[in-house]
């Protein structure tokens, strides 16, 4: 009787044990809550939240009819034409707009479409689509042309120092290539796709 009450005692404490064996491995485990989540957070804060910054969200087109819509719900873009079928009215003679048609046929400048509308200001706003992002602005810096606006997958030139003003709100940056024409301090600066260059909220008229 003896040894079956000891064998009894026995298995009890070797199960009472074990329990409290797995009660602190799951303690263990969750000493900073869950560790998988707990890795999985600090991944994501890794990403976006650790002091890195964020780059800007700039905004998208799929094409020439999405540019216009974007640029009139914060400046305006009127009568919308082809590239070449500005260059052929007679509105070249007064008002010539950005670049030309010889700029699309170019791979450099991966320039996919180029259109032109008004502001109602009656000038002339360029719209380019682009293919290749990094070309563009790779030509731009090479070839010394100035600044313009910037967003995901597109570019704009505006035809009036008030449209430029009307699109300080539009989310587009400027892409500044300028390095002897430094920007005013107080303005957000991020590196381009080119060495070289940034885009800035700083807007040039």
């Given at each position: 009787m003896r040894i079956r009450r000891a064998i009894t005692i026995g298995a009890l404490l070797l199960m009472s044990a074990s329990l409290t064996a797995c009660g602190d491995d799951g303690d263990a485990g969750n000493s900073d809550g869950d560790g998988k989540s707990s890795?999985?957070?600090?991944?994501?804060?890794?990403k976006g939240g650790s002091g890195e910054s964020a780059s800007t969200e700039l905004p998208e087109a799929s094409d020439m009819a999405s540019i216009a819509y974007y640029l009139n719900e914060h400046a305006s873009c009127l009568d919308l034409k082809t590239g070449v079928e500005y260059?052929?009215?007679n509105y070249?003679?007064?008002?010539?707009?950005?670049?030309?048609?010889?700029?699309?046929q170019d791979p450099a400048w991966g320039i996919k479409e180029r259109a032109v509308c008004m502001d109602k200001y009656n000038d002339a706003n360029t719209l380019l689509l682009l293919s290749d992002m990094k070309k563009f602005q790779t030509s731009i810096k090479e070839r010394n042309y100035g600044s313009i606006l910037i967003g995901k997958?597109?570019?704009?030139?505006?035809?009036?120092a008030q449209t430029v003003q009307e699109l300080k709100t539009s989310g587009l940056k400027?892409?500044?290539?300028?390095?002897?024409?430094?920007?005013?301090?107080?303005?957000k600066q991020e590196p381009a796709l080119?060495?070289?260059c940034v885009l800035t909220d700083y807007y040039d008229d």
């Open positions: 890795a999985s957070t600090s991944k994501g804060a890794g260059d052929d009215s070249t003679d007064t008002d010539p707009a950005w670049g030309d048609e010889n700029m699309t997958d597109f570019a704009v030139d505006p035809g009036d400027t892409l500044h290539c300028y390095a002897e024409h430094p920007i005013p301090s107080g303005y080119v060495a070289g």
